[in-house]
């Protein structure tokens, strides 16, 4: 039946036009920032191609895509409570779990399509900039691929702190603030405690284990020279398993809150 | 046979208790109205039937089924609507009903003959935001039909409707009804009690003040009504009657209920006082009157106009 609330979700989703405007806009986003710096190494001298554009297309629009995931996880929660479907659902036979169940499906899907829609625009764009010249070498593939994670991660723990808020709030619009000036929250917090020499702290936060997980610095073989400008002194390791902590105390506390509340 | 039986159901939203200790029982092929003013805690008592509140105190068994596992698989066998219709706006009638069927784990054959019941079959591939009010209804009706559950629980199926809406839902329950399924229908509507439901359940403030069959409570005590020329000898004379109760004056008429039920006996104490009436009648009390009466107040719940 999980697999069934699911397939629902992916049909109202699907069927929404809200998510299809989301999904154009964040396309043109991408297609904006890619094609710039397409355009700019063109007529620059510069290269815009692989290997080169690799670490910019796994990770420099990663910020945008979490953005577009908490916008598109939040019009899928909050929505239903605005047009009280959510237990209208439940009336007609679906158990709360199996409604939460899936729209936590949601969050990795809203990732991953995101980031795919991503890296089609701006690896197209690499495609074309590609030639035989200015080439460096390529990064261990282990690179890439924890950096493909970190940032499905990092999507996936924002979008875990929009659901939290959501089914908290109930209410699109006040959702949408919240989860967007979260970031702002939770870095101004970061200060705060670094001035409190409370800095080891800090780099837990959230939306600062956010922030790391999308530096692609981070995912460098210990040793190069880019390693050391990664944020903080996280190991690759602990990151992760702080990312996953946070999406797991988020989802845990959002199931909390929603199981508790009378629909 | 009990299809939903309540006992001491109770819910407290801090200081404000919504539902209080309200017992009633629901048979097989009743239409039970469960009827109140606005806020006097009919929704929530039926949002705890539906298992979305969580009742702070009190016993529900649905199907002789009772615990959080047994409900569960019994709510399967129930359908609903909940205050105002919730639907996917931006989803078509047919894909509302999809959606619908897909969670009651049936094939999308079972939508068009749902779409079909409430004439709505012409307007199933749009969306329900482009929907009037009455159509919404209908919709929804059709979504809590689909899967023939035996228990119907309808919230206000009638709210905003213009008067010819009012009767197609109306109708539209009667014949469910008909076709031998247990239908409780909350509404702050008395006529619509008087005219869809054979079992009643009065509430006022969360409290329950009277459970029964609709016959019973507008036909309890007969009202008799007299007139004679001369009013006044009239009220004096009944006043001293022993049998007579609950005794009104209005305009030239008396109002009063007999102990024994016997007007011929009434009859003869006058004419030995010499008084003749002119008029005596049984008045059947209304539905409406029993409401007032019981609850205190005028105007708690509407008439529902109606045609």
């Known amino acids: 039946m999980i697999f069934t609330a699911y397939r629902l979700e992916l049909f109202k989703m699907c069927q929404r036009l809200a998510t299809w405007v989301a999904l154009l806009c964040f396309s043109a986003l991408t297609l904006l920032m890619f094609g710039s710096q397409f355009y700019g190494a063109r007529h620059a001298h510069g290269y815009f191609g692989f290997p080169d554009s690799l670490p910019a297309l796994l990770t420099a629009g990663a910020p945008f895509a979490s953005i577009f995931g908490v916008v598109l996880i939040v019009l899928m929660v909050c929505s239903e409570f605005d047009w009280k479907t959510s237990r209208q659902n439940i009336i007609d036979g679906l158990s709360k779990r199996q409604w939460f169940a899936g729209k936590v499906l949601l969050i990795p899907t809203i990732a991953v399509v995101l980031y795919l829609t991503q890296g089609a625009i701006g690896g197209t764009l690499a495609f074309i900039g590609t030639s035989s010249l200015n080439r460096h070498p390529f990064d261990p593939t282990a690179t890439y691929a924890l950096a493909a994670c970190g940032v499905l991660l990092a999507m996936m723990c924002y979008a875990s702190i929009a659901l939290f808020i959501g089914l908290s709030v109930r209410s699109t619009g006040p959702t949408l603030a919240i989860a967007l000036l979260y970031q702002v929250f939770d870095n101004i917090a970061a200060i705060t405690l670094r001035g409190l020499r409370l800095g080891a702290i800090a780099e837990w936060l959230p939306f600062q284990v956010h922030s790391a997980l999308l530096a692609y610095n981070q995912y460098q073989p210990y040793g190069s020279g880019a390693r050391a400008h990664a944020n903080g002194h996280w190991s690759t390791g602990v990151l992760f398993m702080a990312g996953a902590a946070w999406v797991t105390v988020l989802l845990g506390a959002s199931y909390r809150v929603y199981m508790k509340r009378d629909l | ?307």
């Open chain 2, 1 to 307: 046979m009990s299809i939903l039986s309540v006992a001491g159901l109770t819910k407290r939203y801090g200081k404000l208790t919504a539902v209080d200790d309200v017992t009633f029982d629901v048979h097989s092929g009743q239409v039970f109205g469960f009827l109140g003013p606005n806020g006097s805690g009919k929704t929530t008592t039926i949002g705890m039937v539906f298992g979305i509140v969580t009742p702070t105190a009190g016993h529900l068994t649905l199907f002789g089924s009772d615990g959080p596992r047994a409900l569960a698989q019994s709510r399967r066998r129930v359908g609903g609507t909940l205050e105002q219709p919730s639907l996917y706006p931006y989803l078509t009638g047919r894909q509302n009903l999809h959606l619908v069927a897909q969670i009651k784990r049936l094939d999308d054959s079972h939508v068009a003959p749902a779409l079909k019941a409430v004439d709505l079959l012409a307007a199933a591939d749009r969306k329900t935001k482009g929907y009037s009010l009455g159509m919404k209804q209908r919709l929804a009706l059709a979504a809590a039909m689909l899967g023939d559950p035996e228990l119907l629980i309808f919230d206000e199926p009638t709210n905003g409707l213009d008067p010819e809406g009012m009767q197609e839902i109306r109708e539209l329950i009667l014949k469910l009804s008909r076709s031998g399924r247990t239908i409780v229908l909350c509404t702050h509507l008395l006529a619509e009690v008087e005219r869809v439901c054979t079992h009643v359940a009065i509430l006022k403030q969360g409290r329950l003040l009277r459970c029964g069959a609709v016959a019973e409570l507008t036909t309890g005590a007969p009202v008799f009504r007299l007139r004679t020329d001369n009013p006044l000898t009239l009220w004096e004379a009944v006043c001293k009657y022993p049998p007579a109760r609950q005794m009104r004056r209005e305009h030239e008429a008396v109002y009063t209920e007999l102990a024994d039920s016997d007007p011929a006996l009434l009859c003869k104490y006058l004419a030995g006082l010499g008084i003749y009436l002119a008029e005596l009648s049984n008045q059947r009390a209304t539905l409406e009157e029993t409401f007032l009466r019981l609850t205190g107040s005028s105007g708690a719940a509407d008439s529902g106009a109606a045609p």
